[in-house]
């Protein structure tokens, strides 16, 4: 008879899941939930509680067919590049504009792989900004400043 081995970092992991999932299905439930057609202000958020009850209910089953690998190194270069960029970003919008703070978050945020080149984060970061301003300023009609009173604009 085959014993059953249980990845416990998966396990753990599924059950917070499971858990803050039906914590927020618990406190959707006080608002009013209204219908498909007309959604009230607990509707999304008991559907999004509802996915995460169901991918952690997922994540706990493959944990009892699946052994543990270790976990690798960190990936500290990642880590180091990624976590400022919305940071940086955040602090510079109101000041810089939406077009040089989001340049600005997508170039630190590239060099986050250790092939990045300069020049290709320039590239990379401008296209990324021309497409945000194509589909969030014009696209979607958003009120954002393209580029704010720190420029002199």
């Not at 008879?1 to 439930?29: E, H, P, W, Y």
């Not at 498909?36 to 607990?42: D, L, S």
């Not at 690998?69 to 970003?89: K, N, S």
């Not at 590239?123 to 009120?143: C, D, E, K, M």
Request: with cysteine.
């Amino acid at each position: 008879m085959k014993s059953i081995v249980i990845d416990r970092t998966n396990a753990l992991c599924g059950a917070i899941f499971v858990a803050l999932g039906l914590f927020f299905a618990a406190q959707s439930l006080d608002l009013t939930l209204g219908t498909a057609f007309r959604m009230g202000p607990g509707y999304f958020p008991l559907l999004l509680a509802g996915a995460l009850i169901v991918l952690g209910a997922i994540i706990v089953i493959q944990s009892l067919r699946t052994v543990h690998e270790g976990v690798g190194a960190i990936a500290w270069r990642g880590l180091l590049f990624i976590l400022p960029a919305p940071i940086v970003f955040g602090f510079t919008v109101r000041g810089l504009g939406f077009v040089p703070a989001l340049f600005l978050a997508a170039f630190i945020a590239s060099f986050a792989s250790s092939r990045m080149t300069p020049v290709m984060a320039v590239v990379l970061s401008a296209a990324i900004t021309v497409f945000s301003v194509l589909v969030f300023s014009y696209g979607l009609g958003l009120p954002f400043r393209s580029f704010g009173p720190w420029l002199g604009y």
